[in-house]
């Protein structure tokens, strides 16, 4: 059974910095991606970024290209997501996901408050 455990969430003051991590409990590259979304209370869920997990290519959601990096560590099963110069609207609870064939899987969610 696939789990994948996020954490490094929190409250974060605008233009500060937090990494989330997720760690899956397999190789990672038993996937073909894996990434981040996230879901604003009232809103749709929405990508962040996605990584390659054999090629380690990169795709972000406009709101965060060039504020949010997205990494993996195979060695360690786990994918980050560095996020600098934070703002409010990046408030909302961030979702691991892991992409096998046509199958989505889902961590529990963290979640990241920016606010003074």
């Known amino acids: 059974q696939v789990q994948l455990v996020e954490s490094g969430g929190g409250l974060v003051q605008p233009g500060g910095s937090l990494t989330l991590s997720c760690a899956a409990s397999?190789?990672?590259?038993?996937?073909?991606?894996m990434g981040w979304y996230r879901q604003a209370p009232g809103k749709e869920r929405e990508l962040v970024a996605v990584?390659?997990?054999?090629?380690?290519?990169?795709n972000y959601g406009d709101s965060v290209k060039g504020r949010f990096t997205i990494s993996r560590d195979i060695a360690k099963n786990a994918v980050y997501l560095q996020m600098n110069s934070l703002k409010p609207e990046d408030t909302a609870v961030y979702y691991c996901?892991?992409?096998?064939?046509?199958?989505?899987?889902w961590g529990q969610g963290t979640q990241v408050t920016v606010s003074s």
């Open positions: 397999g190789s990672i590259f038993s996937f073909n991606a």
């Open positions: 996901n892991a992409q096998r064939q046509y199958i989505n899987y």
């Open positions: 990584i390659s997990t054999s090629t380690g290519s990169r």
